[in-house]
């Protein structure tokens, strides 16, 4: 059986691909990716001679591409990761976002009603976000039912593309999947997202700039609790059904800078209170959400999964994964990610 898998080169796609390639050789895995920014072979390197393992450079917003891949791959399952997934790109350029989350969604929606949503075992699992919930005040959870309120460009594309699921699913018949997730961490991440970021301008000594207060609250999940979440849901989730994926691990952005810096100082020798003394408050992200929370307990039930990672486990195996692979951080300090952060930065340093 056939196993399409988009965005396979990013953040969650590659750490997803390097677990179920070796763990399911039975199936075989074909990676869709357009290799933009985000999108890094060399996080795969390892699984490119797999003989269960092919790629195929194609960009979800090209229909007749997309069409193509099908034709010649014959997918059974489509696992959806593909996306521009970067709130602040969202707001500082959002185009990209409504182009590859909306339209490319559209894109692989079709070709697998066309080609495979007839066949035994045939699932579309469509990766999403719980930010298409908005944000939560300081109590509450989200839940399956809690109604849409996307905040940013990003949010909102996402919310279209679950729209745009379940619309195929209830006006065509189509066998699929959702699951909304909290904020992932863990090796092979951007360096552009929260811990990350902070992780490496740790190591450099340079200022860690936190939005607004820093009371900003997230709920973290280990990527590879992600992964096995996917995979409970393929296993043994129900057709048409939503479930929602979450750490049951609220931390506030300050705590989660704090505990970077503790971690930074213990893996390198430093002192944790010179490097928390770098923290600099910085402008807020408009619209920026308050909280997000997950309650867990549909995927939890009728799924049997549970999260595995604490975060004090995982962000000291993230730390050291960083501190491990300096060619791989080489390599995604492009000229482009440099340029990012430049125009993304210069003038903020100043709350
Ligand atoms: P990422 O930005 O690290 O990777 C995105 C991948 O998609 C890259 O490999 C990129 O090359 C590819 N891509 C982008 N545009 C494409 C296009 N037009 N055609 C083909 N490939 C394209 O993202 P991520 O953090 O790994 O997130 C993966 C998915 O999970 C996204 O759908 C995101 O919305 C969702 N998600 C992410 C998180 C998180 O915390 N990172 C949490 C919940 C849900
Ligand atoms: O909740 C799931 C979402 O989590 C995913 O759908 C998105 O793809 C993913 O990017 C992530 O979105 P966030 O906006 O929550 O993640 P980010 O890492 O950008 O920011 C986390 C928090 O940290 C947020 O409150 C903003 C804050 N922040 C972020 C950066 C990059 C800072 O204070 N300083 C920073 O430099």
Redesign the pocket.
Known sequence: MVVLV????????SNFLLRSVVARPDLTFVN?????Y??NPYSLEAIAEAPNYRFEH????DRAAVDQVFDKHDPTVVVH??????VDRSIASPDAFI??NIN?TFHLLEAFRGHSAGKEGARFHH????EVYGSLGPTGLFREDTPYDPSSPYSAS?AASDHLVRAHARTFGVPVTITN????YGAR??PE?LIPLMVLKALAEEPLPVYGTGENVRDWLHVDD?CEAIWAVLDRGKVGETYNVGGRCELTNLDVVHQICDVVAAETQRDSDALRKLITFVRDRPGHDLRYAIDASKIERECGWTPSVSFTEGLRQTVRWYLENPEWIARVRSGEYRRWLAEHYDGRHSA
């Open positions: 988009t965005g396979g080169a990013g953040f969650i796609g869709v990716d357009a290799l933009t985000a999108g194609v960009d979800i917003t990761l593909a996306a521009e997934s970067h182009r590859t490319g990766v999403s976000t719980d996402k997730c909290s904020n992932n991440q951007f997202k992600h």
